[in-house]
T-cell receptor, first 110, second 112 residues
Framework: DAKTTQPTSMDCAEGRAANLPCNHS???????VYWYRQIHSQGPQYIIH???NNETNEMASLIITEDRKSSTLILPHATLRDTAVYYC???????????FGTGTRLKVLA | SQTIHQWPATLVQPVGSPLSLECTVE??????LYWYRQAAGRGLQLLFY??????ISSEVPQNLSASRPQDRQFILSSKKLLLSDSGFYLC???????????FGSGTRLTVV
């Protein structure tokens, strides 16, 4: 599986958009990009995933660059409850196991 | 709908004692099942995964073992706990790689 690189931590003002970057420069054609988040003392929660097109759901938007070497998770209007560790993972089709990195610790400030 | 149950929520065990953590999934059949561990302030470490009854893949050599005696039951065990086994243990399941993981609520284990 391709390795991902994320900033260790980020701050975001409440009500503003939070843009969390992820670098996956060695991603291959059959690998999907997944995002999860982990709120303190809970299990990780699935947010969104994509292959090459941008994706949007009720939680977030995922923007994948044309060369697929990086992506950005966007929380359009961050709230205090969005404070969590966000993990970016790439996973090949047919693979069963996720390898989590250290993620980005997002702190939403009032 | 599918649900995942994991217990106990917290556990304090002495060094050298045995361990058994259980995870069950409801509302689906033939799930892929996973055990992860998270040490304090660290990321998630994949310990074991299973794609079927009796099929266990180990990712990290340690004094832990896993078993899947039934389709929707996944058990994490140890014969003798070490201090380094302390951490937050999470069970997860997925119906397929495009479905995403669903995690249980976790067990916080403290070995004293």
């Amino acid at each position: 599986d391709a390795k991902t690189t994320q900033p260790t931590s980020m701050d975001c003002a409440e009500g503003r958009a939070a843009n969390l970057p992820c670098n996956h420069s060695t991603i291959s054609g059959n690998e999907y990009v997944y995002w999860y988040r982990q709120i303190h003392s809970q299990g990780p929660q699935y947010i969104i995933h994509g292959l090459k097109n941008n994706e949007t759901n009720e939680m977030a938007s995922l923007i994948i660059t044309e060369d697929r070497k990086s992506s950005t998770l966007i929380l359009p209007h961050a709230t205090l409850r969005d404070t969590a560790v966000y993990y970016c993972i790439v996973l090949a089709s047919g693979t069963y196991k996720y390898i989590f990195g250290t993620g980005t610790r997002l702190k939403v400030l009032a | 709908s599918q649900t995942i149950h994991q217990w106990p929520a917290t556990l304090v065990q002495p060094v050298g004692s045995p361990l058994s953590l259980e995870c069950t999934v409801e509302g689906t059949s033939n799930p892929n099942l996973y055990w992860y561990r998270q040490a304090a302030g660290r990321g998630l470490q994949l310990l074991f995964y299973s794609v079927g009854i009796g099929q266990i893949s180990s990712e990290v050599p340690q004094n832990l073992s896993a078993s899947r005696p039934q389709d929707r039951q996944f058990i994490l065990s140890s014969k003798k706990l070490l201090l380094s086994d302390s951490g937050f243990y999470l069970c997860a399941w997925t119906a397929g790689y495009l479905r995403g993981y669903t995690f249980g609520s976790g067990t916080r284990l403290t070995v004293v």
